[in-house]
Every structure is written in C-alpha cells, then in structure tokens.
C-alpha cells in the first residue's frame, strides 16, 4: 500500500483543492473546532439568539433574558476580583458581539472591544443586599443595539471579603457561562476552545448537514399531533404580558434522597424522577397523560464546546406519555429525555417553526418549562465561594418555568410565573401538588403499581 504522504504529494493541484474543500465541509459539520472569525465579519444570528432578540424587541425595557448571579468571595479583594473578571471579559468574544439591522435581518458583527460595564461599587454586608444589587444592574442590561451586554459590579464584602453581581443578556450568556465566570473568579483558566461565532458557524453547517437533517425528522416523530395548550387562568385572547413573580417550593431532603434512590433502583437519571413528578401534576391539571414540557440541554456534547462563553442552550420539547409502574413511568421518562438529549444540537426554535400547535397566544409546543441543572449546565466542586443563582427580576420567561434548586438540605422548586396567564393562588396549589408528588415517588417502591399519571396526582391539599 500506497502511504498516505506519497498519495498526498502526488496528487494535482486540481486535486488536492478538492479534497481541501472536502475535508474543509467535513470539519466544519462533523467537528466544532477553534477558528478566527475576522472581525467586522456581519454573521446571521443562531435560531436561539433570535427568539431571545425578538423577544426584547417585544418588550423594551423588561429584563425578560437577563440571567443574574451573585457570587460571594469571602478571600478574594474586590480589586483581584475585578482584575479576574476584566480578564475573563477580554478572553471572549461573546462579549464583543455587536447588533446590526440589515435588509437580510439582524446581524451580529465581532466588535473591537468588549461591550461590558464594569465597577466597583459600595460595600454589600449581606445575601439580600447584594440580590437587591444585582437587579438594578439586570433592568440596565436590555439594550441590545447600543450595550452593555453585560454588568458586572465588585463591591466589597465583610472581612476582607468581596461580592461580584453580575447581569447579562442571554443572547450572548447561558447557564455553563455562568460555570466558566465563577471558574474565572475563583482563579481557574479555562482551557482555549472554539469562540461564539465559530459555534454559530458550525450549526449552521450541521443543521443543513445529514444528521441535521435525521434530527429533524425525529423531531417530526416526536411532536407531531401534539395535545393541546394546558390550561390558565387568564386564557389567551391576548398575548401573555411577562410579567412575573415567584412562589418558592421546599423539598425536604428525606425526600429527595429517596428520589435519588429511586432513580438508582431504575437505572435512570434523577432529573427523569423530577419530570416523572412534573408530568404527573400536568397530566392532571390538563386533563390529558400526553403532555410536552420545555427542557434546556446544555449543546456542548462536543469537546470545543466546553469553555465557550455565549449561548449554546438549546430548548426543546420534552414529550411524556406515561402509565405502568413507578419504575416504568421514570424508565419512560428517562427514555424521552435520553431521545432529546440525543438530537439536542437541533434548535427547538427551529422546531417550533416547522411543527407549531397553531394556537394563537400560546408557546408553538409547550407551556411549561422544567429547568434542572442535569440538562442545563455542568457542575464543579472545589469553589471556594458561594453563589446566589438566578435572581428574581419580576419578569417570566414563560408561562410556568419550574426550577429544581438542589442543595446539600434538600432542594428548592422554583415557579416563575407569568401574571398575566396565572394567578397566585392556582401557583400555589400546582406548587403543594408537586411537593405530594415528589412525596409519594420518594416514598413508593420501584416496582410499586400505579395507575396513569392524570389519576395518581396528588391535589397537595
């Protein structure tokens, strides 16, 4: 045989400029890999990014995607702390992406510089005090033409502490970004990866690309005939307002290390054991055990992926038709979850367009969102800081959007809330029967029989 360099040396140039372009289309649909995207270089935004841009332009003004931490450092001075987050905003170029009108649409060009606000501001003494911070920054953080994408404030802390509150726009911010800032503030480097616009670039390729393509026809599968909107209180004559409160949900520990175990004794992950909970109360509340919620996968399965800064989140429906045993309902779980994860890369707002419910002042596949930090980013151990995650901001980002905040005590159910699609008494009520409803999985034997989930929901009264 023939080696590969002597092959290579002998082909024309005619050639071997074919197979360049051939390896060039392969590297960029198969593979995300580091490039160099010129800047001024105008680039079409990704389908997340433009649901979240026309969403601002919506509602001008409103903090609707503006993502929002607090992270206390109790040995780090404020000076250090801004010098590290200063470093963290020079080293990507999501944070030098600027938007532009044009005849083909919006347009996102990398700019010279970051388009960041930093400072340093008075001292913060307590968790609450910099929360009440941090949303002044967040109600800044909604001009997407002219910036800030991001705010950021260091202000010092008791003891020789400090407290970094930052707010910035989703469209250039998830949650794993979050991860990579708090791994920057406590002094980690992150590794050099592909930028935002080589991510852009790639899904582009990929969605018109051959697995893109099976993607979309397992999407096709998976939504078509899809059940009707849940119920609300308001209706939805008219579009709903998103404006938002918050109802706080305790879960003690006893239960969710019993979830835990569960999940254990089925072979499945926890999170299947939460969308097992959350089905059961919709499948109720609707009428209907064929329900489709909202999910967020993270989208960085590729290794480039891991210290990109920008918005890689994908949402996507989650389909759930469950019944059997309670071991049979989470292995259901765990499969749909399994299935989304798999054909995660392919945009839900893609989707969405292609196989819409068609109902007019409802989300075209879904209508509540379950947010679990399994799907939506990595988690670290080791920091040596505490961070307050995702301040409240008066605003919703959909109708019902149901956070698991775990702990080391338990874990916190988050219900944000649309006003204008619910009241708070009916979040109240959905709030007591999802806590029942994590009871009675934790409490049930794996290979306990149960009848269909619209049946076995607890009422949390």
Known sequence: MIPIDQRLRALTPAQRSRLEALVAVRRDVTRLTPGRVPVDRPLPLTAGQERLWTVQQQFPGKPIDVVSQTVHLPDTEPLEALKRLEDFCTRHEAFRLRFERTPQGVRQVVNGQPRVALSVGEPVSSEAEAASAVIVLAAATTDLDDGPLLRAQVSPGPDGSSWCLVAVHNIVFDAWSFQLLREALDGQNTPESATFPDFADWQRAWIDHENGTHAAERWREIVQSPPMPLPCDAGRSQEATRDGARLVVDIPQVTTDCMTSLAQRASCSVFSVWATAVHAVAA??????????????????????????????????????????????????????????????????????????????????????????????????????????????????????????????????????????????????????????CERLGASSADGTVQSARHTAGTGS
């Open 284 to 437: 109720r509340y609707g009428g209907t055990d064929d329900v489709l919620i909202g999910i967020f996968t993270s989208n960085r399965e590729q290794p480039a992926s891991q210290g990109t800064v920008g918005y890689l989140l994908n949402v996507v429906p989650l389909r759930l038709q469950l019944g059997g045993t309670v071991r049979e309902r989470v292995q259901g779980a765990w499969a749909a979850i399994r299935s989304a994860q798999r054909f995660g890369a392919y945009p839900g707002e893609i989707v969405a367009e292609r196989w819409t419910r068609g109902i007019a002042h409802a989300h075209p596949l879904f209508d509540w969102v379950l947010v679990h930090e399994e799907m939506a980013a990595a988690t670290s151990a080791g920091w040596s800081h505490q961070v307050v995650a995702d301040i409240p901001r008066a605003t919703a980002r959909y109708d019902l959007t149901i956070t698991v905040d775990s702990g080391p005590n338990g874990a916190q159910l988050w219900l944000e809330y649309d006003t204008s699609r619910y009241h708070a008494e009916t979040i109240a009520d959905l709030g007591g029967r999802l806590a029942a409803e």
